[in-house]
């Protein structure tokens, strides 16, 4: 729990009352909850977004249901859409909630507490049946990271095609971060040949086993490892969660899509705006993806095979730990806090 912004010392392991429902929420015994980069920006505070704390982190969760509601049966598994809309605009009533302009995600910069504890409380509408071929741990990682690396590759793919663009190379940047995994993993199973980054040496390996071509980008140049892999040509995607615009825009050939989700290396970054026209690219932001984006991910996995690459699980109690190995960026795929 956060009784106010700053470094890992300030979430604190305490008791806390039972979430108590109204008759369009539903309460989740929470099993496992994943780490995700939005933990970090709640917990350390940014400009012009707030909490009320006490706040509990954690949008990305699964478990049981504590009672029955609606068709779901009480001690049935679930994952929870992390997603929140208002549910009375068009986009929400049209299955595109994350257009909505009071769209929040739950434990993040929102009023809804999140899944860093034993119980949760969520709108009914955001229940998902948790995939038997799953396991809490890893249906926990897929609210975010994976929903988000599917989301954007899909919105990339369209643009493309309409786009006329040829070739199926995408470039994905820190193949050891939730949706750098996801990404390879996604564009794997569509066909497309990966070029993906990492920062040092020790990730080669793990990065070779899902990418076709890995660059350490602390020994070599991004932009021309990438000319020099697609034949001077550049990618048709990239998927962009760090933020650096300017190399993404040079690695993409003409008609390309640069695809952005994040901001980890920078809030600003610096482009070449010649570059960008002269090449007919595009970019486009993302965020998270739609309830009915999770449940045709749900059905490419379970089709491909796909499942989510975890490096650590901590119990709930150890989350500091679990904070500071993301901060030092010593992950290779998601981490999970276990719940008892």
């Given at each position: 729990m956060l009784h106010m912004h700053g470094g890992v010392d300030k979430l604190k392991y305490q008791d806390f009352p039972e979430p108590v429902c109204n008759d369009d929420e539903a309460l989740v015994r929470v099993k496992a909850c994943s780490v995700n980069r939005l933990d970090i920006w709640v917990r350390r505070g940014l400009p012009n977004r707030r909490v009320n704390f006490p706040h509990i982190l954690g949008c990305d969760f699964s478990g049981y249901l504590v009672n029955s509601i609606g068709e779901f049966k009480a001690n049935e598994d679930v994952l929870v859409y992390p997603g929140i809309g208002c549910n009375k605009c068009k986009y929400c009533l049209n299955g595109r909630e994350n257009m909505c302009k009071e769209f929040s995600i739950i434990g993040g910069f929102s009023d809804w507490h999140g899944g860093y504890a034993q119980y949760a409380k969520v709108p009914y509408r955001n229940l998902i049946r948790m995939p038997k071929w799953l396991s809490h741990e890893e249906a926990s990682t897929l609210g975010v990271a994976y929903l988000t690396a599917y989301s954007m590759i899909k919105k990339a793919t369209e643009i493309s095609s309409i786009n006329g663009v040829d070739g199926n190379t995408i470039l994905v940047y820190s193949a050891g971060s939730g949706v750098g995994i996801a990404s390879i993993?996604?564009?794997?199973?569509?066909?497309?040949?990966?070029?993906?980054?990492?920062?040092?040496?020790?990730?080669?390996?793990?990065?070779?086993?899902?990418?076709?071509?890995?660059?350490?980008?602390?020994?070599?140049?991004?932009?021309?490892?990438?000319?020099?892999?697609?034949?001077?040509?550049?990618?048709?995607?990239?998927?962009?969660?760090?933020?650096?615009?300017?190399?993404?825009?040079?690695?993409?050939?003409?008609?390309?899509?640069?695809?952005?989700?994040?901001?980890?290396?920078?809030?600003?970054?610096?482009?070449?705006?010649?570059?960008?026209?002269?090449?007919?690219?595009?970019?486009?932001?993302?965020?998270?993806?739609?309830?009915?984006?999770?449940?045709?991910?749900?059905?490419?996995?379970?089709?491909?095979?796909?499942?989510?690459?975890?490096?650590?699980?901590?119990?709930?109690?150890?989350?500091?730990?679990?904070?500071?190995?993301m901060e030092m960026n010593h992950n290779f795929g998601k981490i999970v806090l276990r719940v008892d």
């Open positions: 993993q996604f564009a794997k199973a569509l066909g497309f040949n990966v070029i993906t980054t990492v920062g040092d040496k020790s990730k080669l390996s793990k990065a070779s086993i899902y990418a076709d071509h890995v660059i350490d980008r602390s020994e070599k140049d991004v932009v021309g490892e990438v000319m020099s892999i697609t034949g001077n040509e550049g990618v048709s995607i990239v998927i962009d969660q760090i933020g650096i615009w300017d190399t993404s825009i040079r690695c993409v050939k003409k008609g390309g899509v640069v695809m952005v989700c994040g901001a980890t290396a920078d809030e600003y970054t610096k482009v070449e705006v010649r570059i960008l026209y002269n090449k007919l690219a595009s970019i486009i932001g993302a965020y998270l993806g739609t309830k009915a984006d999770m449940l045709d991910m749900l059905n490419l996995m379970h089709k491909h095979n796909i499942k989510p690459v975890i490096d650590t699980v901590f119990a709930l109690e150890d989350a500091m730990l679990a904070h500071a190995m």
